[in-house]
């Protein structure tokens, strides 16, 4: 089992910035890749980026391509999101989720865990 807990949500202005994390724990963090999704209310889950077990490997959604950095650090078992030039339809909660197998894929399935998410919220 993997335990997902992710950090760093909150209120920003449109054009700021926001870091958010996602602390894993119960296995071996480097054996997992990690993604980080989205839903606003009343939307799908959506992809956001992706990232490979060793950090070589990202894929992003078109969406946050230029303004989103997904990175991991290996030795504090934790993957991040930074985020700039937010926009209000950035507006969901974020959620990261981690699976064995990279793939650079846009879908939700295939993921083995899932954290329960944190609020960002960009006002205009």
């Known amino acids: 089992q993997v335990q997902l807990v992710e950090s760093g949500g909150g209120l920003v202005q449109a054009g700021g910035s926001l870091r958010l994390s996602c602390v894993a724990s119960?296995?071996?963090?480097?054996?997992?890749?990690m993604g980080w999704f989205r839903q606003a209310p009343g939307k799908e889950r959506e992809f956001v980026a992706t990232?490979?077990?060793?950090?070589?490997?990202?894929y992003y959604a078109d969406s946050v391509k230029g303004r989103f950095t997904i990175s991991r650090d290996n030795a504090k078992n934790t993957v991040y999101l930074q985020m700039t030039r937010l926009k209000p339809e950035d507006t969901a909660v974020y959620l990261c989720?981690?699976?064995?197998?990279?793939?650079?894929?846009?879908?939700?399935?295939?993921?083995?865990?899932w954290g329960q998410g944190t609020q960002v919220t960009v006002s205009s």
């Open positions: 119960g296995r071996t963090f480097s054996e997992y890749a």
């Open positions: 989720a981690a699976r064995t197998v990279y793939r650079a894929s846009t879908s939700p399935y295939g993921y083995d865990y």
């Open positions: 990232i490979s077990e060793m950090g070589l490997s990202t």
